[in-house]
């Protein structure tokens, strides 16, 4: 069985938290290295992220050259 898990807003703050301390200890700070850095913390928690099953689709063509897309907006759990 897959256990599909939510996105977790503490582990999020707690990876903010870990950067804002960082940045305190910075002596000369970098605006776009701190963007990147705080860009890349935010992209990766979102691509934890999972889609519910179950997004209906529509599709045509043969059992062995399926071609499709989605009919519903999929939803982030």
Do not use: H, S
């Given at each position: 069985?897959?256990?599909?898990?939510?996105?977790?807003?503490?582990?999020?703050?707690?990876?903010?938290?870990?950067?804002?301390?960082?940045?305190r200890?910075?002596?000369?700070?970098?605006?776009?290295?701190?963007?990147?850095?705080f860009?890349?913390i935010?992209?990766?928690?979102?691509?934890?992220?999972?889609?519910?099953?179950?997004?209906?689709?529509?599709?045509?063509?043969?059992?062995?050259?399926?071609?499709?897309?989605?009919?519903?907006?999929?939803?982030?759990?």
């Amino acid at each position: 069985m897959n256990r599909i898990m939510a996105l977790v807003p503490q582990n999020l703050a707690t990876q903010l938290y870990g950067f804002f301390q960082e940045m305190r200890n910075v002596t000369e700070i970098d605006d776009m290295a701190m963007a990147q850095k705080f860009a890349n913390i935010i992209d990766g928690y979102i691509k934890t992220a999972q889609v519910a099953p179950g997004i209906p689709v529509a599709t045509a063509g043969t059992a062995a050259a399926q071609t499709g897309a989605t009919t519903a907006p999929g939803t982030l759990i």
